[in-house]
C-alpha cells in the first residue's frame, strides 16, 4: 500500500476537501478515454475535470506518488434505505441453522416491547447444514408475544411466526396470493411478503434520514462515488430531495421509482424528470419475478430440485404493459427485475413491444441473470441494457447445479456473451442483498471465483470479463445506463471531477491481489468525500 507521511501532503488534502481548483500529479491515471487512455496528472477547477496531462498553474498540487486514479466507481443498482434498514435490524447472514437464528430472535425479544416487531435480515437456507426451509414450530414455539418478520437475503422471501400470520390476515386464507407463496405455514414468497409489510408500521422521514446516514458512512471508504437507488418510495424521495437541496449529499443519487405506489409515480410522471446536481429521477422500477435462491425466478422448465415449480410472475401481463405504456408516454426509463430465464424472455417480449416507437430510451433489464442463447441478441436489437451484478453469479454458484441441472448452468450471467453482442453493461452490487463492495464485484466479474479463489479457474468461466471491460461495467457503461455518458464515466476534459483512488492497478495486478486492493480516497465534484491518503 502507498504511504503518504509528510504533514505537508496531509494538510493539503484536508485543505483540497474545500478547494474548487487543485492539480493532482505523479498518479496512476485510467482515463477509458480512447483519446488519452493513461495519464500521470489532472487538474480540477470547480469539480470538472480541467485538463489532462496539463496543470492549471493558478492551482496547488497534491503529490499522489503513484497511486491509481480511476473515474469514480458506480454502483448501478443498489438499495440505499435497504441497507441503512438492514444494518439497524437483527443480523442473520453469518446463521448456520434455524435453532441459531431462533436463538438470536429470542435474545432480541428481551429488549423489546410486546407489541414491537422483530425484524431481522440475511438468512440464507442455502449455506445452513441442512439446506432446506425451516418449519412454523421453530419460532412458534419460542416464548416470546411479539411478531417477527425475517427477511431472507434475497429479499425476495421471508420467515415470521404466527402472530404475524395472524395480523396480517394470511392465517385464515387457504390460497397464497397471485404470485406469491406459502410454505411450511411460515416462509412467504414475494407477493405473499405483501400482506405481513403492509401491518409493519410504516417509517417516518426521522428514521428513512438515519437509514440513508447509516448506509452512506458505508459506502463512501469503499470508493462509491454514484449509486443507482433501486427502489424508492415517496419518503425515501422526500427525504433525499431535501438533503440534496441542503447540499448535504456527498454522493450521486440516480433514482429509480418504485411501480407499487401508483398515485405517486403517476404524479411524478406528470411532472417530468427531477434533476439536481447530485440527485436525478428519471426511472421506474418494476418486478416481474422472484429469485433462484427461494425458487421464485420465473422458468421455462421446472427447477430441478423442484419438479413442480416454474417459479412466479408477480406482475399481469395487462399491468406490466400499462406501466411500459405510462413510462414511454412520459419518457421515463423502466427498469425492470427479472432472473429466470422466462422471466427475461417475457420482459424483452413487453419492452420490443414499446420500445420500437421511443428513441434512445435505453430501458434496462435488472439482473438478467438467467438468459437463453436465444435472447442475447434481441437485448441490442431493442436498444435493451443489460444492468448485471457479478457477485451473484459467485454466491449462488454453489447450489446452482442442484436447482437447475448441468444443461441451463450456462444461462446464468451472460456478461461476455451480452458484452460480444455489442451490449453495454451497467454493474452494481444489489447491496444490501450483496456486500455493497465495488472491489468485490470487479473481482467477480474478471474470474468468477468466491473470495477463496474457488471454483478453480472460474465457474462457467467462458462468461469471465477482461479487465478493462470489468472496470466499465461500474464506469463508463454504468454512466451509459443513467444517460450520463456525456459527462461521467471517463477521466476528459470537462467531465465531472468523480474519482477513486486505489492502492494499485486493478487492471494489472496479479489476479489473485486484486482483493487486496484499498480504497484512499473517494472524490465526488472535485471534493474529498472520503480520504485515506496518508
Not at 425475517?150 to 396480517?168: P, T, Y
Not at 459527462?487 to 482483493?515: H, M, V, W, Y
Request: hydrophobic share 35%; proline share 5%.
Amino acid at each position: 500500500m502507498l504511504e503518504f507521511n509528510t504533514l505537508l501532503c496531509r494538510r493539503r488534502i484536508l485543505n483540497f476537501t474545500m478547494s474548487q481548483k487543485v492539480n493532482l500529479i505523479n498518479g496512476n491515471f485510467i482515463t477509458l478515454d480512447k483519446h488519452c487512455p493513461l495519464a500521470e496528472m489532472i487538474s480540477v477547477v470547480n469539480g470538472k475535470i480541467n485538463g489532462v496531462n496539463a496543470l492549471d498553474h493558478n492551482s496547488e498540487s497534491i503529490d499522489l506518488k503513484g497511486a491509481t486514479v480511476i473515474p469514480g466507481f458506480t454502483d448501478s443498482h443498489f438499495h440505499l434505505t435497504n441497507l441503512g434498514k438492514q444494518l439497524d435490524s437483527l443480523q442473520l447472514k453469518n446463521c448456520t441453522s434455524p435453532l441459531e437464528v431462533a436463538e438470536l430472535v429470542l435474545e432480541r425479544s428481551k429488549r423489546l416491547g410486546d407489541d414491537e416487531w422483530i425484524i431481522g435480515f440475511g438468512w440464507d437456507h442455502n449455506k445452513w447444514h441442512e439446506p432446506i426451509f425451516p418449519t412454523a414450530d421453530i419460532l412458534n414455539t419460542l416464548p416470546i408475544p411479539q411478531p417477527i418478520m425475517l427477511n431472507r437475503i434475497d429479499g425476495h422471501s421471508c420467515w415470521v411466526n404466527q402472530k404475524a400470520m395472524e395480523l396480517s390476515g394470511l392465517h385464515v386464507s387457504p390460497n397464497p396470493p397471485e404470485g406469491g407463496d406459502i410454505i411450511n405455514d411460515c416462509i412467504l414468497i414475494d407477493n405473499a411478503m405483501n400482506p405481513v409489510q403492509f401491518v409493519i408500521p410504516k417509517p417516518d422521514e426521522s428514521t428513512v434520514k438515519k437509514w440513508i446516514d447509516l448506509a452512506l458512512k458505508i459506502i463512501i471508504p469503499r470508493g462509491i462515488t454514484n449509486i443507482h437507488d433501486a427502489w424508492q418510495d415517496p419518503v425515501t424521495v422526500k427525504v433525499l430531495q431535501k438533503i440534496a437541496e441542503k447540499g448535504e449529499l456527498p454522493i450521486r443519487i440516480y433514482g429509480m421509482l418504485s411501480s407499487s405506489y401508483t398515485k405517486f409515480l403517476k404524479q411524478f410522471l406528470n411532472q417530468g424528470h427531477f434533476r439536481s446536481e447530485l440527485y436525478t429521477i428519471r426511472a421506474v422500477k418494476a418486478f416481474i419475478d422472484g429469485a433462484l435462491g427461494s425458487r421464485g425466478a420465473a422458468l421455462l422448465e421446472p427447477y430441478c430440485d423442484d419438479t413442480n415449480n416454474c417459479g412466479l410472475i408477480l406482475i399481469s401481463i395487462k399491468e406490466f404493459k400499462e406501466l411500459a405504456q405510462r413510462c414511454g408516454d412520459a419518457g421515463f426509463q423502466l427498469c425492470t427485475h427479472a432472473i429466470g430465464d422466462r422471466g427475461n424472455r417475457l420482459v424483452l417480449d413487453v419492452y420490443s413491444e414499446f420500445t420500437k416507437e421511443l428513441k434512445n430510451h435505453r430501458w434496462r433489464i435488472e439482473h438478467a441473470q438467467m438468459v437463453c442463447d436465444e435472447d442475447i441478441p434481441r437485448f441490442k436489437e431493442a436498444g435493451i441494457v443489460p444492468s448485471m451484478q457479478p457477485s451473484h453469479c459467485t454466491s449462488d454458484m454453489p447450489w446452482l447445479d442442484d436447482r437447475l441441472g448441468e444443461p441451463r448452468l450456462h444461462r446464468i450471467s451472460r456478461w461476455q456473451s451480452f458484452i460480444d453482442s455489442g451490449c453495454q453493461i451497467p454493474g452494481g452490487s444489489d447491496c444490501p442483498i450483496e456486500e455493497g463492495n465495488p472491489i468485490f464485484e470487479y473481482y467477480a466479474a474478471v474470474t468468477r471465483q468466491d473470495h477463496n479463489h474457488q471454483r478453480n479457474g472460474g465457474w462457467q468461466k467462458q462468461e469471465t470479463v477482461n479487465r478493462m471491460d470489468a472496470l466499465r461495467m461500474f464506469t463508463t457503461w454504468a454512466a451509459y445506463g443513467e444517460f450520463a455518458e456525456h459527462r461521467r464515466g471517463k477521466i476528459r476534459p470537462g467531465f465531472d471531477a468523480d474519482l477513486t483512488f486505489l492502492s494499485q492497478n486493478i487492471t494489472n495486478c496479479k489476479e489473485s491481489d486484486i482483493l487486496k486492493t484499498k480504497i484512499l480516497g473517494t472524490m465526488v465534484a472535485g471534493k474529498f468525500i472520503y480520504n485515506n491518503i496518508n
